[in-house]
């Protein structure tokens, strides 16, 4: 389930769900963040969202919820 996104310039309704990678490379970013234990890491690949009114893009996760603690 996903909410809407709106664009945070013009409200428009966003595009979600795009790939963000790095130009020249096969690879994308990654978010990532330690936790206190060896299993307590959360990461994920962020995804996009493109408003086609402005060109305003957002990064985004898809269970932020890892991140908590
Ligand atoms: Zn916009």
Redesign the pocket.
């Known amino acids: 389930m996903q909410l809407k996104k709106q664009?945070?310039?013009?409200?428009?309704e966003?595009i979600p769900d795009c790939r963000v990678t790095i130009e020249g490379g096969m690879y994308g970013i990654k978010i990532s963040r330690k936790g206190g234990g060896l299993f307590r890491r959360a990461s994920a690949k962020p995804k996009a969202a493109v408003?086609?009114?402005?060109?305003?893009i957002a990064l985004y996760l898809d269970n932020p919820s890892e991140f908590i603690r």
């Open positions: 664009c945070h310039q013009c409200q428009t966003m408003c086609p009114e402005c060109g305003y």
